[in-house]
């Protein structure tokens, strides 16, 4: 029967478009955020059954990848995003009304940002995935530095990002080749790819919350 939950799917709006991320109020699970790859925020407050247009961010060529919403206060909400036209340029956007209205951070403006995640444990803490590397903020996107290696090609193109839900220093990022992940705050690197393929890139990386020693990734090629 535990199989069956998902057996069945149904196809809520709005029409048209190419849907990128979706994301749910932790605290409202029927307000869901859906973003598109031309820069449109949509909002359903009952569920998917109808929604409306919340806000446009950066241009018609931003592709909003994640959102990600603070289980703490989800009122605060976090969007990546990336140009289509330009794809090594890109943004991180903040609401703190619930998106009524929006700021891109300074501190990471203009990187292309194709990953994003925040702390459980912490939701100052947030981290993002960029074409030029790893970043982390610790103070909810006021600033930001780099905790991947400037000098490491490897560690670039990076797709996917995780933060351990119960050790602050264990981060993990997919790259566009194999996956990686550093147990002390990004001081040293180590690449995670026994059983896959040598060539995958890492397109998601899930920590099991309640043992984090569960680690899933999704990979082109393999899985």
């Given amino acids: 029967m535990s199989a069956l939950w998902a057996g069945q ?15 749910f109020d932790p605290q409202n699970p029927d307000r869901i955020y859906l973003g598109t790859s031309t820069g449109t925020l949509f909002l359903s407050s009952d569920g998917g059954h109808n929604w409306s247009r919340l806000a446009h961010l950066g241009g018609d060529d931003t592709v909003l990848d994640h959102i990600v919403i603070d289980p703490q206060n989800p009122k605060h909400i976090y969007v990546s995003a990336w140009s289509v036209v330009n794809q090594q340029a890109g943004d991180v956007f903040r609401s703190r009304d619930s998106g009524n209205n929006w700021e891109a951070l300074p501190g990471v403006h203009g990187k292309s940002v194709r990953a994003l995640a925040i702390a459980s444990y912490d939701s100052k803490v947030l981290v993002i995935g960029a074409l030029d590397g790893v970043f982390r903020s610790k103070n909810g996107g006021n600033s930001w530095e780099q905790i991947s290696p400037a000098s490491q090609a490897e560690l670039k193109n990076v797709e996917s990002i995780a933060i351990d839900p119960k050790n602050p220093d264990v981060v993990y990022a997919g790259t566009w080749h194999l996956a990686w992940k550093t147990d002390d705050s990004g ?12 060539d995958s890139g890492v397109f998601s990386v899930i920590v099991d919350s309640t043992n984090p020693a569960g680690v899933s990734a999704s990979a082109c090629p393999g899985t």
């Fill in 9 to 23: 799917w149904t196809a809520l709006g709005p029409d048209g478009g190419d849907v990128r991320s979706l994301a």
């Fill in 187 to 198: 001081a040293s690197w180590h690449r995670i790819n026994k059983g896959m393929i040598d």
